[in-house]
């Protein structure tokens, strides 16, 4: 078996076993044999923006995560299918960090994602989204905004 598809294989197995029984994280669809690409609904609090442009707390959120024909050289391509407000995300990507390297797991990739999402993790340097930024600079004694711990059951 081709390199790439073991590595596919061997995450698509971790990823069903830790996600199976996650109370925060949520594997709703798959693409490929083995995956490819994977939909991850995240039941945490995180923030949005209302029909005034004002952000406002809201619980739900879907992610995309490609694995390219380069992974794990490559990062995955990670964005959101639903809106959220956050320094670090924007309408076309999730900002996973600067340095990725190819022993990195996918299961962690998946559980930082979230704690993005409930501004356990987020920079304000060099924000995707600087009305996000800005706002969490005013607000960032208010975070986290979930607490709980999303590793949960992670090997």
Known sequence: MHPRLRRLAADA???????????????VQTE????????????VRSMVLDA???PMLHIGYTAEIFLSLDYPRRPPFCRML???FHPNID????????????GQRLVDLIVRIGEMLCYQS?????PLNAKAAAWAIEHGH????QH???VHNIK
């Open 13 to 27: 197995q971790q990823v069903t076993d830790t996600f199976a029984d996650h109370p925060f994280i949520e594997i």
């Open 148 to 150: 709980d711990d999303l």
């Open 142 to 145: 208010e975070f986290p905004l």
């Open 122 to 126: 987020y920079n304000t340097q060099s």
């Open 32 to 43: 490929g044999t083995p995956p490819e690409k994977y939909n991850v609904l995240y039941k």
């Open 82 to 84: 639903t809106p959220v």
């Open 52 to 54: 005034t442009d004002s």
């Open 91 to 102: 309408e076309q990507k999730i900002c996973i960090g600067d340095h990725w390297s190819a």
